[in-house]
């Protein structure tokens, strides 16, 4: 565990956690650039909004059951992030931030960055839990894949 961001591994059956790759590969995207006030910056990522996806609803219910967390859930989505693409950094709202890593594939997929120096890895089936006002970014995709994150804003 880093300071304020715990990290569980191995979170989902490998059944549950096929479906859910398999769920992300049939979504419909949003992009969404970096910087909208700067029209030369050309990172964007896509996102797909899971609020009404009921496996979502599942995964995070399964995740607070599973760890003993009491956690209303704000809203949810899963972020995509092409090669090269890289997140900036920014707080989240809410109260606590669940982000989990389903990418069979991670060689190259960095890492969640914090701006207080920490940060961890990409690693499939990984779910991280921290406080929402830790600013944080994702790292710069050096793969050659999509990097998907799923997210969900809660409040404690």
Not at 54 to 59: E, W
Not at 126 to 132: C, D, E, P, V, Y
Request: aromatic share 14%; with cysteine; hydrophobic share 30%.
């Amino acid at each position: 565990m880093i300071k304020n961001i715990n990290v569980y591994d191995n979170v989902l059956s490998d059944d549950l956690l096929h479906f859910i790759q398999i769920e992300i590969h049939n979504m419909l995207w949003e992009k969404h650039v970096t910087d909208p006030q700067n029209p030369k910056d050309k990172n964007f990522s896509f996102a797909c909004q899971t609020d009404n996806f009921l496996s979502h609803q599942y995964l995070f219910n399964f995740f607070c059951k599973k760890y003993s967390l009491n956690f209303k859930r704000l809203r949810s989505y899963v972020n995509c992030y092409p090669p090269q693409g890289e997140g900036k950094f920014h707080p989240d709202d809410g109260d606590y931030t669940f982000l989990f890593y389903p990418d069979q594939e991670t060689k190259g997929k960095g890492a969640t960055i914090f701006k207080n120096n920490s940060k961890v890895e990409y690693k499939t089936n990984r779910l991280l839990i921290f406080n929402s006002r830790l600013v944080h970014k994702a790292g710069k995709n050096l793969s050659t894949d999509m990097r998907h994150s799923i997210a969900w804003k809660t409040l404690k």
